[in-house]
C-alpha cells in the first residue's frame, strides 16, 4: 500500500507556501538578499517546542522572501515538490503581513506567486490556488486592510482568506470586520483555530466570522454537541496529525491522535502537510503514516482523498474532474 499511497492522487488545502521552501532556498535567498541567519544549516532551527516556537522560525524564514521572482520560485519549486508525491491540487496559505509591512507590494506578490504556480502546473500538470493569510500576530487592521488591498486588485489566483499565527491572548472575534468585507467580497473564508486554543474559539470562527472551514480544529474534539454539528452540516477541518506533534507539541506519538475519532465521529477530516519543509513532512508520509498507525485500508485512505475534493473550494465540474 505505501507506494500506491504516494501515487494515490491526493488534494492539500493546508499547506503554508513559506513552511514548503525548500532549505537550500532559504539559505541561498537570505544570502542574496543580505538576510542574515543565526544558523548556516537553517535545518538545525526545525525542532519546535510549541506552536508559538515555531511561529518564531517560521517568520525567520518569511524573511528572505523580497523581489517579486523569490515569490515565483518559491511557488514553483513547492509545487514541483509536492507533485512528486502526488498532489494533483492545492490550495496554499500565503501570509503577506511582514512583507506588507516591510514596503512590498501585495500585487508584486501575488503576481510572483502566480508565475511561480503557473510554471510548475505547466511542467508537472499539479495545479494550486491561493488562499491570503491574515496574520493575527499584526492586529485586526492590517487583517481588514489585507482583505482590502485583495478587493482593489481581485487577483484570479486568490480564492479567499484564511487567518493563521498565534492563537494565545487573540479573540478571533476582533477580525470580524476583515471577514465581513471579504465574505461582500465574494471571498472563500477559512481560519486557523483550535491548534492552541479551546473549542469556543473555534465556534467563534464559524458563527462570527463565518468561515467556511477551520483549519486544524483539534480542540473540537472537547465539545461533543460541537462535534454533531461539524458532523451534520459537513463543516470541513483540514487536519495536519504529523504536525500537531512536530509543531504544537500537542501528542507524543500520532497513535495518540484524535483524527480516527474525528472521523469515526462522521467529520470531514481531511489530511494535509502543513509545512513540510520546516517539519520534514510530505503529504505522501502523511497518507502512508495515518493509514499505518490507525490501520487503514486503501479504500479508507481513497475516502480521506475523495473528502479533500468535496471540502476544495473547486466548483463541481473541477470537483467531478478530480473525482
Ligand atoms: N498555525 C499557525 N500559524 C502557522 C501555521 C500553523 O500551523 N503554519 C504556519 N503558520
Ligand atoms: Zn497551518
Given at each position: 500500500m505505501i507506494d500506491v499511497l504516494e501515487l494515490l492522487p491526493k488534494v492539500e488545502l493546508h499547506c503554508h507556501v513559506e513552511g514548503a521552501m525548500r532549505p537550500e532556498t532559504v539559505g541561498e535567498l537570505a544570502r542574496a538578499?543580505?538576510?542574515?541567519?543565526?544558523?548556516?544549516?537553517?535545518?538545525?532551527?526545525?525542532?519546535?517546542?510549541?506552536?508559538?516556537?515555531?511561529?518564531s522560525v517560521f517568520w525567520l524564514v518569511q524573511s528572505v522572501l523580497v523581489t517579486r521572482g523569490d515569490w515565483a520560485r518559491l511557488a514553483y519549486e513547492s509545487v514541483v515538490d509536492a507533485a512528486g508525491h502526488g498532489r494533483v491540487y492545492a490550495e496554499l496559505f500565503f501570509t503577506p503581513a511582514r512583507h506588507l509591512a516591510a514596503g512590498q507590494r501585495l500585487a508584486d506578490i501575488v503576481a510572483g506567486l502566480t508565475e511561480g504556480l503557473e510554471a510548475a502546473e505547466a511542467e508537472t500538470g499539479s495545479r494550486a490556488m491561493l488562499i491570503?493569510?491574515?496574520?493575527?500576530?499584526?492586529?485586526?487592521?492590517a487583517g481588514l486592510q489585507l482583505v482590502t488591498e485583495l478587493g482593489e486588485l481581485q487577483p484570479e489566483r486568490v480564492l479567499g482568506i484564511g487567518?493563521?499565527?498565534?492563537?494565545?491572548g487573540v479573540d478571533p472575534a476582533s477580525f470580524r470586520e476583515a471577514y465581513a468585507l471579504a465574505a461582500r467580497l465574494g471571498l472563500r473564508r477559512t481560519g486557523h483555530q483550535g491548534e492552541n486554543s479551546p473549542a469556543s474559539a473555534i465556534a467563534t470562527v464559524v458563527d462570527v466570522l463565518g468561515a467556511e472551514r477551520i483549519d486544524h480544529g483539534l480542540s473540537l474534539m472537547e465539545d461533543a454537541e460541537l462535534v454533531r454539528r461539524f458532523a451534520g452540516e459537513r463543516i470541513p477541518l483540514t487536519v495536519c496529525p504529523n504536525s500537531n506533534i512536530r509543531i504544537a507539541n500537542a501528542f507524543p506519538s500520532l497513535e495518540l491522535h484524535p483524527y480516527p475519532a474525528m472521523r469515526k465521529a462522521g467529520l470531514l477530516a481531511t489530511l494535509n502537510t502543513d509545512d513540510p519543509a520546516m517539519t520534514d513532512l510530505d503529504l505522501g508520509y502523511e497518507y502512508r503514516s495515518v493509514a499505518e498507525a490507525f490501520g487503514y485500508t486503501f479504500d479508507d485512505m481513497v475516502a480521506i482523498a475523495l473528502d479533500g475534493v468535496e471540502a476544495s473550494w473547486l466548483d463541481d465540474s473541477d470537483k467531478a474532474a478530480l473525482r
Open positions: 538578499n543580505g538576510v542574515g541567519l543565526p544558523v548556516g544549516d537553517v535545518t538545525e532551527l526545525y525542532r519546535y517546542g510549541s506552536l508559538d516556537e515555531f511561529l491570503a493569510d491574515i496574520d493575527r500576530a499584526y492586529g485586526p487592521a487567518m493563521d499565527s498565534t492563537e494565545l
